[in-house]
């Protein structure tokens, strides 16, 4: 008779499966209950076997679905290296709209490629049918709201619960200090508009996310890419140096916390800093803060709008992230140019409907938001860990990965300066998406890095994805 | 024995009671039954009195309400002036924002005046509730739309649906052709954006709706203002005049159907020759067609688009002055613009939410959008014309009024240039609210002129409104 207690003998049955690949990552184990049948053991004894194989690594346990096969860990990627505080590229007028929208649009004309390219979750990850309720109990206490106008600048309801909110990110923010937007697209075109005019410099991020370098094109504006830390976001040495070289800088647009596609996270020291900065130089800092909720710290990281004492920080989020992909609900804090904001989003697009503006308020209030966010930083938490092992387990030496945490994306160097769009377009071929790093700076500076999205739920196909698209970059790599 | 029938005994007793203003315009009549009872008479009696002093232009029958009282008939007004089609003013910067803004903050101030300045019609005229069932129809059936991405440029049944709706305004256009906007305004925005630089000259009608003169000024456009006639819209011997002075006109922005404030409808030869001089010459032709629908005629009107050969025009319109005031929803058809058109609107704000275009499809193609119109056009009809008749009965001699064939407003040249906005003042102080001609050009060539907004059911409290208006106009003309 074997030695080992049962469960012990179970769980090296079950690891020998996995080595074997009998049972591949993303695989469910057998349910407790069939452990039972088929092994002919207790209740106690099937649940010990899959603890025991959850605290070695191998198995992970998923609410309410059981257990799943986890991948391999293997030693992690080193890091994306950290840039120079160097004076960067002279201000340029961008042009990546065109390039940006031919990788989208080849992208979208696979609808069948399992979608890595997306900065946002999975629809299953938001609580898109407790918003219905919300919005039916609105439409139903409301039934003649489709034919009022709608309330100026936002609905009172909501500007209140935005401005609880803030609080929470350390911001002190009347409800008439918030104007509702289209998103916090619609946020960053008012807070740019305000500032600057056609021609004029504004200094961001670089790597940055193509939205806001197609929102610079659009408006005629010349960007200034300063080199940004994946660990720290924006280098204020290379901004500094920037300002002494350009007299005429406008603004300043930062994703403070969890940088996209970096992940980065300012420290406070330095939010402070470069809020003091921006103000002392009489240059305007424009944040766009729709990530903050989502780092793996319960504790809400503060705005750089926290750290404002004149009205110089515009501050610009949204909820189609964190809450509602399917709403389009944003809004800006502008500071000193709120009478100038509130014209341009009256001329520009009037205000906002009414309708989801209620229903997110009274989910706010009734404090289901807290609670949704709560699951959606765990769950966005496993999914950035396991897509991480994964990329570490597969791709090729000479890659570097970070995993930032919080957020939605991996960003990841490809070995040997490998072109991101060659990867783009084989992955495509294999009915993957990604999205390649050529698309987040003007400058071609990141040409060799992928973003990877996190926003779905692992799994086997997932796993196998990941595998795909290492074996696609190795052979590119050496091709 | 009186020799006069019955009931005309009694129409005389009522035509002198209304006469001594016993009973006021905009007081209810006794009813049929009432009369039965109070003078011991036939119901057919009493039916026969209340018709005979209604064919006697005394009373008017409204549906399930009963018989009121008119105001008096009285000699029309003359109708406003002519233009003359002249070589318009040097293009101008606008500098409008600031007066119109401060005028509607004064207006807004006063919540408790009553209304005669919005171009809308009141919560009462529209389908709210059906909308509110449609829309909670649509959320029962796709619990999940909050958590799914919007649809880029709008949703497929929408958009099919609009096109539908531009057949009858002899539009040939495919659901793709069609990009749904935050309102008209982002509409003409884009539009704008898509096809001049700040700097730019753009020929609009004088006068012509605030909104627009604040989008140009808000995008640093210069503006070229046409006289325009109340009858037939822009003036275009004006417009060519414009157009020989001028080289570098970029577009004309026109409202063809039921113009704001004018209330002109251009003729159909007009359109034909507008839209081919506007491609002869190489320049954009801008058309904001909200107020189509609202004619009161139940046959369409042929939108400018509808003469367009070569993707030159670009039609916007919207749905909040014609079936819901509560939604933002509205469209622009680019033409050969709408790679970029589309470019900008996803830089601008991202596509709009689906619920409300959801639920304005199913309206749509259930027929209850064109049984709603039916009913708009018949009361908005009635409500122009129980105004106008009240205009021309309470105001003083040199008054010259339109009481355009749709839409929502009266456009009054107040007698002996006194100044719109001392009448604006004035009636505000008496808890009537207008708007003045000073907001409807840059020039101050209107500025001895009032809208009148028609949007709300005939009442005796607007009839009184009038007439205090009336004797405000007439003590500062004299003064």
Redesign the interface.
């Given at each position: 008779m074997d030695a080992a207690p049962l469960y012990r003998q179970l769980a090296t049955h079950y690891r020998q499966a996995i080595a074997a690949g009998a049972l591949a990552p993303g695989d469910r184990m057998p349910s407790v209950r069939a452990l039972m049948a088929r092994h002919g053991v207790s209740l106690s004894t099937a649940l010990q076997t899959c603890r025991h194989l959850e605290s070695q690594g191998l198995l992970e346990a998923r609410p309410r679905s059981g257990y799943f096969v986890r991948p391999p860990r293997r030693a992690t990627l080193a890091p994306v290296e950290e840039p120079h505080p160097s004076l960067p590229d002279p201000a340029q007028y961008i042009g990546i709209?065109q390039r940006v929208?031919a990788i989208l649009a080849r992208g979208?004309a696979r609808p069948d490629a399992l979608n890595l390219a997306?900065a946002?979750g999975a629809?299953?990850?938001?609580?898109?049918?407790a918003?219905?309720q919300a919005?039916?109990r609105v439409?139903?206490h409301q039934?003649?709201?489709?034919?009022?106008?709608?309330p100026?600048n936002g609905t009172p309801a909501f500007r209140a619960a935005l401005a609880q909110q803030a609080l929470a990110a350390r911001m002190t923010l009347g409800a008439d200090d918030i104007i509702v937007?289209?998103?916090c697209?619609?946020a960053l075109?008012l807070a740019l508009?305000a500032v600057a005019?056609?021609g004029d410099v504004v200094a961001v991020e670089s790597p940055t996310f193509y939205?806001l370098l197609?929102?610079l094109?659009?408006l005629?504006l010349r960007a200034l890419e300063i080199p940004t830390s994946p660990q720290t976001g924006i280098s204020l040495e290379a901004l500094d140096l920037a300002a002494d070289a350009y007299a005429n800088i406008k603004a300043v647009v930062v994703v403070p916390n969890l940088q996209n596609p970096l992940g980065a996270i300012m420290p406070d020291a330095h939010k402070a800093r470069l809020a003091a900065w921006a103000e002392a130089r009489s240059i305007a800092l424009i944040e766009d803060d729709t990530y903050a909720a989502l780092g793996n710290d319960d504790t809400p990281l503060p705005a750089l709008k926290a750290f404002d004492t004149s009205g110089n920080v515009i501050h610009c989020a949204s909820l189609?992230k964190t809450l509602?992909?399917?709403?389009?609900l944003g809004w800006i804090a502008p500071g000193k140019w709120r009478p100038r904001v509130e014209?341009?989003k009256?001329?520009?697009?009037?205000?906002?409907?009414?309708?989801?503006q209620l229903a997110v308020a009274e989910f706010m209030t009734s404090g289901g938001f807290e609670r949704h966010l709560r699951r959606l930083r765990a769950q966005l938490r496993e999914q950035r860990e396991r897509m991480g092992e994964a990329v570490a387990a597969y791709f090729p030496a000479g890659t570097r990965l970070n995993v930032p945490p919080g957020g939605f994306g991996l960003w990841i160097e490809l070995p040997g300066k490998l072109s991101s769009e060659r990867v783009f377009d084989a992955a495509l071929e294999d009915c993957i998406r990604v999205s390649p790093g050529v698309m987040f700076a003007n400058s071609g500076r990141f040409d060799h890095y992928l973003r990877l999205s996190c926003g779905s739920p692992w799994s086997r196909e997932l796993d196998q994805a990941i595998r795909r698209l290492a074996a696609l970059v190795e052979r590119l790599a050496t091709s």
């Open positions: 709209h929208s979208q997306v946002c629809p299953s990850l938001y609580p898109a049918a918003l219905q919005a039916m439409l139903r039934p003649e709201l489709f034919g009022r106008p709608v100026f937007t289209h998103g697209v619609e075109n508009r005019q056609p939205g197609q929102i094109e659009n005629g189609h509602a992909p399917g709403m389009r014209m341009l009256y001329a520009q697009s009037r205000p906002n409907e009414a309708l989801s």
